[in-house]
């Protein structure tokens, strides 16, 4: 990762120029995408490739350029904590994300269904999110439906290489979130701890149990962990699980011990996992898909404390997910899922 003033002072910059470069050059890159998306198998996937890419670079320069007033705004970031602050950098995010969405579903002609558990029923009660973990997206999917459906305030555990979005770098930076990495000096369930504690009405603490994206290899390594721990009985488990990886204990028994008052949501989705790399993004664009998620609502008091409860909760939990995804997981995922040689992100083991 490179040095923050690095990408403070020089990445974040660029960007701002280069899209202002392109922004002049849209005619001209636009026409040219007509120009050859007859060519090219799919339904002018050049074309919408180019303008959604466009369209992403322009919102990144426009949110850059708008932190950087806010930063002003805050004394030089003097009250950037300030209740005020903060409400402004979530109501900055929550547009963002809402025009993602609509272009999404417009250019890529993609859907979102939400099902289960309502806004209502969490409505007053601070809430951890454990969410399933799959394909390119999916956790801008969950920000989106946390800030913009169900009005929450989330604490987010990301992995670091996020920060490599300039946008995303300064702006979750300056909100409760958590960058982890490969790095073992750090210490991530005290992060995660630190995260998850006082949480209001409003807040939303979020982690992927799974650590990481699924793919069948990824599927076949927690087993093989698993079994190399010890964990006979719960390499069995994992063996039933299809389409989710085994989760992880300990991050997730850290936040429900510093909140022992929050309910819990457990979110299953679909229609994402076979975008595994961009070379996946490209190939099923447009996507012509319904996104569907799932909520479930666990109250305070039938959540676990117990790290080792916390484990056997979970895989209870996950069998209930990876039954919803089987059955309602559109066809296209039915293709194999190649797995990108990159490590499983260590969030919680």
Same mark, same amino acid.
């Given at each position: 990762?490179?040095?923050?003033?690095?990408?403070?002072?020089?990445?974040?910059?660029?960007?701002?120029?280069?899209?202002?470069?392109?922004?002049?050059?849209?005619?001209?890159?636009?026409?040219?995408?007509?120009?050859?998306?007859?060519?090219?198998?799919?339904?002018?996937?050049?074309?919408?490739?180019?303008?959604?890419?466009?369209?992403?670079?322009?919102?990144?320069?426009?949110?850059?350029?708008?932190?950087?007033?806010?930063?002003?705004?805050?004394?030089?970031?003097?009250?950037?904590?300030?209740?005020?602050? &903060?409400?402004?950098?979530? &109501?900055?995010?929550?547009?963002?994300?809402?025009?993602?969405?609509?272009?999404?579903?417009?250019?890529?002609?993609?859907?979102?269904?939400?099902?289960?558990?309502?806004?209502?029923?969490?409505?007053?009660?601070?809430?951890?999110?454990?969410?399933?973990?799959?394909?390119?997206?999916?956790?801008?999917?969950?920000?989106?439906?946390?800030?913009?459906?169900?009005?929450?305030?989330?604490?987010?555990?990301?992995?670091?290489?996020?920060?490599?979005?300039?946008?995303?770098?300064?702006?979750?930076?300056?909100?409760?979130?958590?960058?982890?990495?490969?790095?073992?000096?750090?210490?991530?369930?005290?992060?995660?701890?630190?995260?998850?504690?006082?949480?209001?009405?409003?807040?939303?603490?979020?982690?992927?149990?799974?650590?990481?994206?699924?793919?069948?290899?990824?599927?076949?390594?927690?087993?093989?962990?698993?079994?190399?721990?010890?964990?006979?009985?719960?390499?069995?488990?994992?063996?039933?699980?299809?389409?989710?990886?085994?989760?992880? &204990?300990?991050?997730?028994?850290?936040?429900?011990?510093?909140?022992?008052?929050?309910?819990?949501?457990?979110?299953?989705?679909?229609?994402?996992?076979?975008?595994?790399?961009?070379?996946?993004?490209?190939?099923?664009?447009?996507?012509?898909?319904?996104?569907?998620?799932?909520?479930?609502?666990?109250?305070?008091?039938?959540?676990?404390?117990?790290?080792?409860?916390?484990?056997?909760?979970?895989?209870?939990?996950?069998?209930?997910?990876?039954?919803?995804?089987?059955?309602?997981?559109?066809?296209?995922?039915?293709?194999?899922?190649?797995?990108?040689?990159?490590?499983?992100?260590?969030?919680?083991?």
């Amino acid at each position: 990762m490179l040095p923050r003033w690095v990408r403070r002072g020089v990445v974040a910059p660029a960007v701002v120029f280069l899209a202002g470069f392109v922004l002049l050059g849209i005619p001209v890159i636009l026409l040219l995408g007509l120009a050859i998306s007859p060519t090219i198998p799919g339904r002018w996937r050049p074309l919408r490739f180019l303008w959604f890419a466009f369209l992403y670079l322009l919102l990144e320069a426009a949110l850059l350029v708008t932190l950087f007033l806010l930063w002003i705004g805050t004394g030089f970031g003097y009250r950037m904590d300030s209740p005020w602050s &903060q409400r402004l950098h979530y &109501q900055l995010l929550g547009f963002t994300l809402r025009v993602l969405e609509t272009e999404a579903g417009r250019v890529l002609n993609v859907s979102i269904e939400s099902s289960g558990a309502t806004p209502d029923d969490f409505h007053g009660r601070p809430l951890i999110v454990l969410s399933r973990h799959a394909g390119a997206g999916d956790s801008f999917l969950l920000v989106d439906l946390l800030v913009n459906w169900y009005a929450r305030d989330p604490r987010i555990v990301l992995k670091s290489a996020l920060q490599w979005d300039p946008a995303l770098d300064v702006l979750l930076n300056r909100l409760p979130a958590v960058f982890v990495d490969n790095d073992p000096g750090v210490d991530r369930i005290g992060l995660i701890h630190r995260l998850a504690s006082n949480l209001d009405e409003n807040d939303a603490f979020t982690i992927f149990p799974e650590g990481g994206n699924f793919t069948s290899a990824r599927r076949q390594k927690s087993i093989t962990w698993l079994v190399s721990e010890g964990r006979s009985s719960r390499a069995a488990r994992a063996e039933k699980l299809r389409h989710v990886l085994a989760p992880r &204990q300990a991050g997730t028994a850290t936040a429900l011990q510093a909140s022992p008052e929050a309910d819990v949501a457990i979110v299953a989705h679909t229609g994402l996992e076979h975008l595994t790399s961009a070379k996946a993004v490209w190939r099923y664009m447009p996507m012509d898909t319904t996104i569907k998620v799932h909520w479930w609502r666990v109250p305070a008091h039938e959540a676990p404390s117990d790290p080792e409860a916390v484990g056997d909760w979970l895989f209870g939990w996950w069998s209930l997910v990876d039954g919803w995804i089987e059955a309602n997981r559109p066809e296209v995922v039915d293709v194999a899922i190649a797995d990108p040689d990159t490590p499983t992100e260590p969030l919680a083991p």
